[in-house]
C-alpha cells in the first residue's frame, strides 16, 4: 500500500473521529442544560419531600409499636386457644369413654332382653304347643280308631281311594 493512502485513510479516520467527539460534547452540552432545568424544578420540591419522609419515619414508627402490641395480643390469643383446645380434647375425651360404657351396658341389656324372649318363646312351645299337639294327636287316634271300629270289615270297592285303585 502507497504512503498517501495510508496517509488519507488515517486523516479520515481522525476527521470522523472529531466529528465523534464535536457530536458526544453537543450531547454533553444538552444533558448539562437539561440537568440544570431539572435541579431548577426540584429544589422547591426539597422542603416538601423532606416533610414526607419525617411523615414516613413517624408512620414507621407508630406501625412498628401497633406491630409489637399486636404480636403480644396474638401470643395471648394463641395461648388462650391451647388452653381451650386441651379442655375441650379432655372433654371429647371423656364423652368418648362414657359413650363407650353406655353403648357396653345398652349391649348387654339388648343380650339379656333377646335371652329372656327366647326363653320366653320356648316356654310357650313347650308348655302350650307340645300338649295342644298331644290333645291334637290323641283326638285323631280316637277318631281313626272310632271310624275303624264304626266301618265294620273290608271296605267296599267304592270306597277304594285313588292310591289303591293303581294296585286292582
Known amino acids: 500500500m502507497d504512503q498517501m493512502?495510508?496517509?488519507?485513510?488515517?486523516?479520515?479516520?481522525?476527521?470522523v473521529a472529531a466529528i465523534a467527539?464535536?457530536?458526544?460534547?453537543?450531547?454533553?452540552?444538552?444533558?448539562?442544560?437539561a440537568t440544570k432545568a431539572l435541579e431548577e424544578k426540584v429544589i422547591p420540591l426539597l422542603p416538601k419531600v423532606e416533610g414526607l419522609i419525617e411523615t414516613?419515619?413517624?408512620?414507621?414508627?407508630?406501625?412498628?409499636?401497633?406491630?409489637?402490641?399486636?404480636?403480644?395480643?396474638?401470643?395471648?390469643?394463641?395461648?388462650?386457644?391451647?388452653?381451650?383446645l386441651a379442655k375441650v380434647d379432655d372433654v371429647v375425651t371423656d364423652a368418648t369413654s362414657r359413650a363407650k360404657v353406655q353403648m357396653?351396658?345398652?349391649?348387654?341389656?339388648?343380650?339379656?332382653?333377646?335371652?329372656?324372649?327366647h326363653e320366653t318363646v320356648a316356654t310357650v312351645h313347650n308348655g302350650i304347643m307340645r300338649p295342644l299337639r298331644e290333645i291334637n294327636g290323641i283326638a285323631v287316634g280316637?277318631?281313626?280308631?272310632?271310624?275303624?271300629?264304626?266301618?265294620?270289615?273290608?271296605?267296599?270297592?267304592t270306597q277304594v281311594t285313588s292310591d289303591e285303585e293303581m294296585f286292582i
Open 5 to 15: 493512502t495510508l496517509l488519507y485513510i488515517i486523516a479520515a479516520f481522525v476527521l
Open 21 to 33: 467527539l464535536c457530536i458526544q460534547a453537543g450531547f454533553l452540552f444538552g444533558m448539562y442544560k
Open 56 to 84: 414516613a419515619r413517624s408512620t414507621v414508627e407508630v406501625g412498628k409499636k401497633q406491630m409489637v402490641d399486636l404480636t403480644g395480643k396474638a401470643h395471648s390469643i394463641l395461648d388462650s386457644t391451647k388452653l381451650q
Open 104 to 117: 357396653e351396658r345398652v349391649e348387654m341389656v339388648l343380650d339379656d332382653t333377646m335371652s329372656r324372649a
Open 142 to 157: 280316637l277318631k281313626t280308631a272310632l271310624s275303624h271300629i264304626t266301618r265294620g270289615g273290608r271296605p267296599s270297592v
